[in-house]
T-cell receptor, first 114, second 115 residues
Framework: DGGITQSPKYLFRKEGQNVTLSCEQN?????MYWYRQDPGQGLRLIYY???????QKGDIAEGYSVSREKKESFPLTVTSAQKNPTAFYLC?????????????FGQGTRLTVV | AQSVTQLDSQVPVFEEAPVELRCNYS??????LFWYVQYPNQGLQLLLK??????LVKGINGFEAEFNKSQTSFHLRKPSVHISDTAEYFC?????????????FGTGTRLLVSP
């Protein structure tokens, strides 16, 4: 089945640690996105990539990093510089970076700092 | 820059009753409009979208929305809800130039359907 897979579903991080969230898609989509979701705040764009080996910062990129070495993979690293990383993280992909193309979302990763 | 306002954070409704979830947007350019649904601890699923043409848009699961340019609104409606419609609903907007990467979401409306 085609789709987007995020792993792990739940992740716990200690203060000062970097963690990496995985996002893999087998839809052959060019564009991929990372969003952060906090209660009462909707979704905010962290990073996006429209092509392999290229990515751009979204609205809240500070404390995060990404890579796009393969078309199907877009991992997100939450670094120790991110002061409040506890949130629900959603990955999305789209066949192209235009609004007409439907975006497909993964099931999310819930990150908690302990 | 665009912005989206979802006027109700929570909407309680009884099963089989009609429901309307309100969404207003602001933008200085022409926009595309979307409604997404999110079930607990899940990703988002597209319900419907307005790109152009007819202002009444029909989506999945019996939902529809009407684009009203003069009132800058895109309210979501369903004539008869089911328990399974209990979820969070997000309105989103993007302008016709920058596309999806500048998709701006509202803060969400939680629909609570009770028997």
């Amino acid at each position: 089945d085609g789709g987007i897979t995020q792993s792990p579903k739940y992740l716990f991080r200690k203060e000062g640690q970097n963690v990496t969230l995985s996002c893999e898609q087998n839809l052959n989509h060019d564009a991929m996105y990372w969003y952060r979701q906090d209660p009462g705040q909707g979704l905010r764009l962290i990073y996006y990539s429209q092509i392999v080996n290229d990515f751009q910062k979204g609205d809240i990129a500070e404390g995060y990093s990404v890579s796009r070495e393969k078309k199907e993979s877009f991992p997100l690293t939450v670094t120790s510089a991110q002061k409040n990383p506890t949130a629900f993280y959603l990955c999305a992909s789209q066949s192209s970076g235009t609004a007409q193309a439907e975006a497909f979302f993964g099931q999310g990763t819930r990150l908690t700092v302990v | 820059a665009q912005s989206v306002t979802q006027l109700d954070s929570q909407v309680p409704v009884f099963e089989e009753a009609p429901v309307e979830l309100r969404c207003n947007y602001s933008s200085s350019v022409s926009v595309y409009l979307f409604w997404y649904v999110q079930y607990p601890n899940q990703g988002l699923q597209l319900l419907l979208k307005y790109l152009s043409g007819s202002t009444l848009v029909k989506g999945i699961n019996g939902f529809e929305a009407e684009f009203n340019k003069s009132q800058t609104s895109f309210h979501l409606r369903k004539p008869s809800v089911h328990i399974s419609d209990t979820a969070e609903y997000f309105c989103a907007v993007s302008d016709r130039i920058t596309g999806f990467q500048k998709l701006v979401f509202g803060t969400g409306t939680r629909l609570l359907v009770s028997p």
